[in-house]
């Protein structure tokens, strides 16, 4: 076992330095295949053995299952923000101002357009991770932060304590190609990279924010212990150091001439950096200085954000085109006269529908007015000038594909294809059908669907399954070895679990969560042609639209048709459990602070494999808190409630481990304010609690055993060998109950 130990600490200390090699210093020394060898090495030994897992290990940065909800974090040190500036004149103003006091030297960064984050390092390891908030209470998204690569889990220095502030964003590429899949899927993309990583960070569930390729950069000390830090750059510098990855440029200037020049430098380089500035900071070096200068009820005295305007630029719009998505939405795109913003050439922009165009009169010829929505999206804001004699351009009444009646179906703004066998809805739905999150078919891009597709190859997302190789070996570009290859990537597919196939249909509203949520519940292909819509509404997340979406879509003849053919084909159409015991059924729990091995994601994870039910919130129906350190105001709530508070380790006594006989404290055998217990008979209870566990531990053949009471305060006592029911003043005689020479232990109680 120590070897192991060793092992897993081993490759974790290798891990997260190639981590930092690579998203910090740019400079990997492994190549990609050798780190993800390591990694699932690291992985499987995880699993096999969780008791020496680490919450500073590279594997808990992928992400997992949803939470309900953020808790509150109250920061020390307040999270201001700086007064903007828009001129060089302001600019001058400010340098004024500071030397009527001080004799100041300034330093000069890149103002990063994203979301400001506070990280808390204890003896070197990241122990939370929140938002701003309003400067003064943020919210804990420690698991989210967990999933950004260039956060180091552990400082390349220890020190006692450190608080870090941050600017977290979404690189351009990877937004683009965020929005990119979010057109393809008619969803509303995101206006810019900020709110796109906002919304990243604050996602129920961090494997949402891990696929979301986020990054971060560090630009201020907020608390420390252990070092003294006298000046700004000597707290960047000591950043770097420990292992941060901080603002890309930072200069130290005492002359104010050349601070104006540098953030003309910097305006100058914006469109060449991969990340979104939205200008440049200037800030006093010397922290006394910062001290004897104070602050405003609203800004320090000491620095000033310069803004930098947007850069908008007029041209001709020459048409629009109509593009037809996967589930039969119109589209309207401006194609344009080329135009250069933020330095690349662009000639098209989505108008969305036709609320956008009327509201802005935008017509065919117009003069328009066109920037990039984060630098990065063109979007056409006005018109400035009809052309002459031009008319009021209104969206199509049938589809330019298919040539059929398109609708506005109620309560929607989008414009839609009700042919179900639109050739331009039905290529894109296949390449949805095939694509990495659903049914995962490599080798089958939009190109080779639209050569299918014309060749009268394929039809439906079925047909996939029905394909003759010597069809796919007479494409353009295809040979015997790829043709192979995708006929293997297809009946690789058939073994899927059916969450993934139900988000490659493509139903209307419902995303890859939602499909597995909905496949979790009904198990089978089989039992969702059964479900009821109300049923389906129960589900967590789900509204009545989702419901009804997913109702209407198992009635229609053509859905029965196509599962007809799947299961022909041979595929799987289950979806796994992934329950691995009913150890925790009936229980309700809330998890809150920092557990010592796990992160609340992986918590909630074990608790539901084991049949509980996981909650966001402290109530009255709280069976359990699982409480790690820094509670906060969920502890204090379940005190007062009477809530039974357990620690991570109490949990897995609860669980049991592979079979060994399970030893529970008496402290959590019980939710005793449920059976409104005077102090005399708790202690009572639980005196006859304790000599039923001295006597359990002398059975060894009892591996589980439960407790529930009902709102009647009947217990329910249940092991592997009996049951028994007992009403409320049984449980308060002397002798605990003996059946059969077994002894009934209560485990946990609701």
Not at 132 to 138: A, E, I, K, N, P
Not at 297 to 303: D, H, L, R, V
Not at 414 to 438: D, E, M
Not at 514 to 524: I, R
């Amino acid at each position: 076992m120590v070897n192991i130990k060793n092992k897993m600490e081993q490759l974790e200390q290798k891990l997260n330095e190639y981590n930092y090699q690579y998203y910090v210093l740019d400079r990997p020394s492994v190549d990609d295949y050798t780190y993800d060898m390591m990694l699932r090495e690291l992985e499987k030994l995880q699993n096999e053995h969780p008791e020496f897992s680490s919450p500073t290990s590279p594997v808990n940065r992928v992400g997992g299952n949803a939470l309900n909800t953020f808790e509150e974090v109250t920061h020390i040190v307040q999270m201001g923000s700086l007064q903007d500036v828009f001129s060089e004149e302001e600019l001058w103003a400010f340098d004024k101002k500071c030397k009527e006091t001080i004799d100041p030297l300034y330093v000069v960064e890149p103002k990063i357009d994203g979301l400001s984050v506070s990280l808390e390092y204890e003896n070197g390891k990241l122990v939370r991770g929140s938002t701003r908030g309003d400067g003064l209470v943020g919210e804990d998204v420690t698991a989210n932060i967990k999933t950004i690569k260039s956060v180091p889990l552990s400082l390349r220095k220890e020190i006692p304590f450190i608080e870090v502030r941050g600017e977290v964003f979404m690189p351009r590429k990877s937004f683009e190609a965020l929005v990119e899949a979010q057109l393809e899927n008619d969803e509303e993309p995101f206006k810019n990279p900020r709110n796109a990583a906002a919304g990243s960070l604050r996602q129920k569930d961090s494997g949402v924010t891990a696929k979301r390729n986020l990054d971060i950069f560090v630009f201020n000390i907020q608390r420390i212990q252990g070092i003294e830090i006298t000046s700004h750059k000597q707290s960047l510098d000591l950043l770097k150091e420990l292992g941060f990855k901080v603002s890309p440029s930072y200069n130290l200037y005492s002359d104010f001439k050349q601070v104006v020049e540098e953030i003309e430098k910097i305006g100058e380089n914006r469109y060449n950096y991969q990340f979104d500035i939205d200008g440049a900071v200037v800030k006093v070096d010397d922290l006394k200085d910062r001290t004897t200068l104070g602050a405003t009820s609203k800004f320090p005295k000491w620095a000033v954000a310069f803004k930098y305007p947007p850069e908008e630029k007029q041209t001709k719009l020459l048409s629009i085109e109509i593009n037809v998505g996967r589930t039969g939405v119109l589209t309207p795109i401006a194609v344009f006269e080329p135009i250069t913003l933020a330095g690349t050439t662009v000639s098209r922009a989505v108008l969305h529908n036709q609320d956008f165009i009327s509201a802005r009169d935008i017509r065919l010829q117009d003069t328009v007015v066109v920037r990039k929505a984060g630098e990065i999206i063109p979007e056409v804001l006005s018109s400035v000038e009809h052309a002459e004699n031009s008319k009021q351009f209104f969206m199509p009444g049938i589809c330019p594909s298919c040539g059929e009646k398109a609708v506005y179906e109620k309560n929607e703004a989008a414009l839609r294809c009700v042919n179900t066998n639109c050739p331009a809805a039905i290529k894109r739905s296949i390449t949805h059908f095939a694509s990495r999150n659903a049914m995962d078919i490599d080798g089958l891009g939009p190109a080779v669907v639209e050569a299918l597709i014309k060749t009268g190859n394929i039809k439906t997302s079925a047909d996939l399954y029905f394909l003759d190789p010597e069809a796919i070996n007479k494409l353009e570009r295809f040979g015997d070895k790829s043709v192979q290859n995708l006929m293997d990537s297809i009946n690789k597919s058939k073994d899927n679990q059916l969450s993934r196939l139900i988000f490659g249909l493509g139903i209307r509203g419902i995303g890859q969560k939602a499909a597995q949520l909905l496949c979790e519940k009904f198990g089978s292909a089989k039992e969702l042609f059964k479900a009821k819509e109300e049923e389906i509404s129960q589900i967590e997340g789900f509204g009545d639209v989702m419901a009804k979406s997913v109702y209407e879509y198992f009635k229609l003849e053509k859905t029965k048709e196509l599962f007809s053919r799947l299961e022909l084909a041979g595929l799987y159409l289950k979806e796994d459990k992934k329950k691995t015991s009913d150890k925790l059924n009936g229980l309700t729990f809330v998890i809150t602070g920092t557990l010592p091995t796990l992160t609340r994601t992986q918590a909630k994870k074990l608790l539901e494999e084991n049949g509980a039910r996981v909650s966001g919130s402290v109530s009255k129906n709280t069976s359990f808190l699982l409480a790690g350190d820094d509670a906060g105001s969920k502890l204090d709530k379940a005190n007062a409630l009477g809530v039974s508070v357990i620690s991570l380790q109490e949990l897995t006594n609860m669980i049991g481990n592979e079979g060994e006989k399970m030893s529970v404290d008496i402290i959590h055998l019980a939710k005793l304010s449920r059976l409104n217990l005077s102090k005399q008979e708790e202690e009572k209870f639980k005196v006859q609690m304790q000599s039923i566990l001295e006597m359990v531990e002398k059975l060894p053949d009892i591996t589980s055993a439960g407790a529930i009471i009902d709102p009647n305060n009947k217990m329910t006592l249940r092991t592997d060998e009996a049951e028994h029911n007992f009403k409320r003043e049984e449980l308060l005689k002397n002798a605990p109950a003996v059946k059969a020479g077994c002894i009934e232990v209560p485990k946990v109680v609701e």
